[in-house]
């Protein structure tokens, strides 16, 4: 599923420094506040809060912190991918290489060059005359494939010389 702007209500029941665990009728969800967001808050287990924020498959990535009529903006910021200690931005042990095999193994016909995320490689594939986007993790396993239109702008330079 693809990242998305969300809205959760709920009660904090776990604190690990600028991450907490807030249950909600749809169960426990991760939040993260960030160092810096973290300092802004004051959080307390047993605390009923709303988050708005960006959900990501292990965690949100809270934007608004709100509790007891106290709303606060916490902002994320992109690191840049020298500040994290990588050569040029990349992993060690990222392979474009292991990525494309392992799109080709799924059937995909890949187009374009793999471009590289923090933590996976994002590949433009087509299967069955099917244009999909791929986000495939470092050790080559394909974590999601969404459609991609004709018209996407994100892939259309490699689009138009595919066709």
């Known amino acids: 599923m693809p990242d998305h702007h969300t809205k959760i209500s709920g ?8 991450r907490f665990v807030v249950t909600t009728a749809r169960g426990a969800i991760l939040a993260d506040l960030t160092p810096h967001g973290a300092a802004q808050v004051s959080l307390h287990i047993g605390d009923d809060v709303t988050l708005d924020g960006e959900l990501k498959p ?21 690191h840049h991918p020298d500040h994290r200690g990588h050569h040029n931005g990349h992993h060690p042990h990222a392979d474009p290489a292991v990525a494309l095999a392992a799109a080709r193994d799924a059937g995909f016909e890949t187009a374009g060059e793999p471009q590289r995320k923090p933590k996976h490689f994002e590949i433009l594939g087509r ?37």
């Open 11 to 18: 009660t904090i029941t776990h604190i690990f420094a600028h």
């Open 58 to 78: 292990s965690e949100l990535k809270v934007t608004r912190f709100t509790c007891r009529d106290k709303s606060v903006s916490i902002d994320h910021k992109k």
């Open 127 to 163: 299967r069955n005359g099917e244009w999909s986007e791929l986000h495939v993790e470092l050790d080559g396993h394909i974590r999601k494939s969404k459609p991609v239109a004709p018209h996407d702008r994100k892939w259309s330079d490699v689009l138009t010389a595919a066709s």
